[in-house]
């Protein structure tokens, strides 16, 4: 019977792999651990049954003492925007991996990382390294773009009957974080993933245009898709509650690079991990 660690398990990622573990994959909850800073963070994690393990990124020998006796270690990256900073604390989590004798690590990171515009690219590559380095059995989770955290103007569009973007119609492979974090649960709950590396991107591109017509389809309403200005594009989104620091990152760092071509990459493995996921249901789960 493995033990699993699931490192920032109060975060987004973290979380939703614990539920889907549980309720989706039925581990009991003897076989799964939560890395967390503190009880008090982790509160509602144990009251669920979940054993709490305290540590810290920052904190070599917090992580060794977390890690021992650990099956498998899913982790997340570190949430740091420093570089320096975050590959200090990766390199603490795969150094005290190896020293705990830790049997497998499924460690997320980016998808087509060698064309990524974001900065953080790097280090997730160097941490793939260093764990092939220390030759720990691995799975690489590199995911895409969370689709929900760059889709916060579909509920404007409902009510306004217009979404716009600035992406020039070009398509992309966002996912939906419950997803990834679905693939997550079934890598850590199944056997024969080691040594493999899962590229978790939409196996097939869509764009605003598609988004627009099965915004129409769900929501009943005539969704008319608008090619738009940057500014106008940013106003949408702060008047659907965004706000103007996020809008002006997700119009010129997400959508300003979708119609330079990026985010272009496709790849089928999400599906054959967790089954297909059409667009249309996830566009309805983000406008719920």
């Not at 009957?161 to 398509?171: A, D, F, R």
């Not at 598609?210 to 969704?223: C, D, H, M, R, W």
Request: overall charge negative; hydrophobic content about 40%.
């Amino acid at each position: 019977m493995s033990k699993i660690l699931v490192t920032g398990a109060t975060g987004n990622l973290g979380n939703l792999t614990i539920q889907h573990l549980l309720n989706e994959k039925k581990v009991p909850t003897s076989q799964i651990s939560a890395l967390v800073r503190s009880e008090k963070k982790g509160e509602d994690l144990a009251s669920k049954g979940i054993e709490l393990r305290i540590g810290s990124y920052d904190d070599f020998n917090s992580l060794r003492e977390a890690f021992t006796g650990i099956d498998k270690l899913l982790v997340v990256s570190s949430p740091d925007l420093d570089n320096v900073n975050r590959l200090k604390q990766h390199y603490n989590v795969v150094m005290a991996a190896k020293k705990a004798e830790v049997k497998h690590i499924v460690l997320v990171s980016l998808s087509d990382a060698e064309t990524r515009v974001f900065g953080l690219e790097d280090v997730d590559m160097a941490t793939e390294h260093m764990i092939r380095a220390v030759d720990i059995p691995f799975t690489f989770m590199r995911n895409s773009v969370y689709l929900d955290e760059v889709m916060s103007d579909l509920k404007y569009a409902v009510q306004t009957g217009t979404l716009t973007s600035v992406t020039k119609g070009k398509g992309f492979n966002f996912v939906l974080r419950s997803d990834l974090a679905l693939a997550n649960a079934t890598v850590l709950s199944e056997e024969g993933h080691e040594n493999k590396i899962y590229e978790l991107v939409s196996p097939e591109l869509f764009d605003y245009p598609t988004i627009a017509s099965i915004l129409s389809e769900v929501s009943g309403k005539n969704i008319e898709y608008k090619e738009g200005t940057a500014e106008e594009v940013i106003n949408n989104l702060v008047n659907a509650g965004v706000s103007k620091e996020a809008a002006e990152m997700l119009v010129h760092s997400f959508q300003g690079n979708i119609a330079k071509g990026k985010f272009q990459f496709t790849e089928s493995d999400l599906p054959k991990l967790i089954g297909d996921r059409p667009l249309k249901n996830a566009i309805s789960a983000l406008i719920k």
